[in-house]
């Protein structure tokens, strides 16, 4: 049997219409009926269009200033998994983490890296090639991130974009830091530090072992499990979490970085752990003792 579509037509204009009676009257005159009934208003229908448009734009909106159209056409990039090091056009020596994208940008004033998502270890080209006479001086290195501006001091340095913070590591020589709206910091060698918009956080001494992960190793030293999986998450295809019942669990070792699977079997060998899969692609990793039917 065909549906009735004037019986249709008409329920639904009597719920837009208990809907359009419902507005509160502080809203504006725009969006009241006469008292006559007499029809709706241009102002009305002019009103009712705008909030319809806002009504599909906002959510639109918001989720367009999530996607990660930036790092989609970034000048160089990684996949989840992937190493990269990439040879700048002055000598410097830059290797991307997993999922990590970068622009970069040589100006008369500066040589700068944009790094819009995940992390980098940067090598600088020194100034000095040849004898002390035959010396090239470079526009400073900067590296930028959502949170401000770090330049290269020394010879080997790391910056990592965090949701809502960075972090900088000194591995040789230092860095200025300086955020975007805060006072500057100059980071020691051997030390590292986050930074905000607005603040620099005190430096803390600095494990050298940590760049490890430019060959594809994690160095963990009584790390916890929560922390490990974490940074394994980055690497690995699909979800990994960990189970609050093992977030504390430490862990020490060396660990490949670039076959996930093989170190979560590692860990589970070693450590009262198991690994449960909801799916091929969702992975949790909690303790042996909370095994469930």
Not at 241 to 268: E, K, N, P, W
């Amino acid at each position: 049997m065909r549906p009735d579509y004037r019986t249709s037509k008409q329920t639904l204009a009597q719920q837009w219409r208990r809907k359009t009676d419902a507005v509160p009257a502080d809203v504006g005159p725009a969006l009241c009926e006469d008292a006559g009934g007499a029809g709706v208003s241009k102002a009305r229908r002019r009103a009712l269009k705008t909030l319809s448009w806002l009504a599909i734009a906002a959510p639109a909106g918001w989720l367009v200033s999530r996607l990660p159209w930036r790092t989609w056409t970034a000048e160089f990039r990684t996949a989840t998994g992937e190493l990269h090091d990439v040879l700048l056009a002055d000598g410097t020596q830059v290797t991307l983490a997993s999922a990590s994208a970068i622009n970069v940008a040589f100006e008369a004033n500066a040589r700068r890296v944009h790094l819009l998502a995940g992390e980098i270890m940067v090598r600088p080209v020194s100034d000095a090639r040849g004898t002390p006479d035959a010396r090239i001086t470079h526009a400073p290195l900067l590296v930028q991130t959502a949170e401000g501006v770090v330049e290269a001091r020394g010879a080997q340095f790391s910056v990592r974009q965090r949701e809502g913070f960075t972090r900088v590591a000194a591995f040789r020589g230092d860095a200025l830091v300086t955020p975007a709206s805060g006072a500057a910091l100059m980071l020691a060698s051997a030390q590292w530090c986050t930074f905000t918009r607005s603040r620099v956080a005190a430096p803390q001494a600095l494990d050298a072992r940590e760049a490890m992960w430019t060959r594809g190793l994690l160095y963990a030293n009584d790390m916890r499990i929560a922390d490990l999986v974490d940074e394994l998450a980055r690497y690995h295809a699909g979800v990994l979490r960990y189970a609050d019942d093992i977030a504390d669990l430490r862990v020490s070792g060396i660990y490949q970085l670039t076959d996930t699977d093989g170190t979560l079997a590692l860990l589970q060998r070693t450590y009262p752990i198991r690994l449960r899969s909801i799916t091929p692609y969702w992975t949790i990793v909690e303790a042996l003792d909370s095994a469930r039917i």
